[in-house]
């Protein structure tokens, strides 16, 4: 999918809740199809053709009857899931980082938590700070005076949701289930930041710099090993 492909899905899942609604208009788009009413068995429509001997394309009428359009419409499924999801490369003058598991620790520490911010009160402006992070100018520094649109902040939402899918799976220790139904407070984050930076540190606070600069990929690799080892020590003690 092309970024302008992406930018336009983002835009309608923004503006419709329906998947039918947002298939169909995808479906449109990306075939060069136009609609121009709807008939008895389905939709009349133009579709630019090449015609031999000319050298620009002509709209041709066509019809298409609902249940093809409703067997062509499967090929947009991805919308329900965005696995391996692609982030939009720019906004405004921002550009993606390279990954986000490169970012330091110390930026993974606070997407987080402006992440589970906007999952407790559903407001935009903790999206924007998470993009701040995620998206840096030409010296790769933040630049908080870039106001992102609404597909803009879902499409952030949508590749550090990702991310953490892909980190829950390869540090399982370390990233365990919630019971369902509980929410963290805003208690729970900052608890929760403190442990993590605590058990990177043995406490050492001389350390802490050191840790906040590492990549956020290697500190969950440690903080997934540590998190092992005290299940195993865990087990051991019990069958005692």
């Known amino acids: 999918m092309s970024q302008d492909e992406l930018r336009y899905t983002l835009f309608l899942l923004t503006r419709f809740q329906e998947p039918f609604t947002i298939k169909t208009y995808l479906f449109c788009r990306l075939s060069g199809i136009e609609v121009i009413k709807h008939t008895r068995t389905g939709w009349k429509c133009s579709v630019l053709c090449r015609v031999d001997g000319k050298s620009r394309p002509k709209r ?18 991805f919308i329900d899931g965005f696995d391996n999801f692609q982030p939009l490369q720019k906004i405004g003058q921002l550009t993606a980082v390279s990954a986000i598991r490169k970012i330091t620790f110390q930026d993974y520490l606070f997407a987080e938590k402006y992440y589970q911010l906007y999952l407790m009160h559903k407001e935009d402006k903790f999206l924007q700070q998470l993009g701040y992070l995620l998206y840096r100018d030409e010296d790769g520094k933040r630049d908080d005076s870039v106001n992102f649109n609404a597909e803009e902040l879902l499409g952030t939402f949508l590749w550090f949701s990702d991310f953490k899918q892909v980190a829950a799976a390869n540090f399982p220790h370390f ?10 407070t805003m208690e729970d984050i900052t608890m929760g930041i403190r442990a993590q930076v605590r058990a990177l540190t043995d406490g050492d606070i001389t350390k802490q710099q050191a840790v906040f600069e590492t990549d956020c990929w290697a500190a969950l690799t440690e903080l997934d090993e540590k998190a092992r080892e005290a299940e195993e020590y865990n087990d051991k003690m019990k069958s005692l």
């Open 175 to 184: 990233f365990k289930k919630t019971k369902e139904g509980e929410e963290p």
């Open 60 to 77: 041709r009428v066509i019809y298409l009857e609902t249940e093809k359009v409703l067997s062509l419409l499967s090929q947009f499924d």
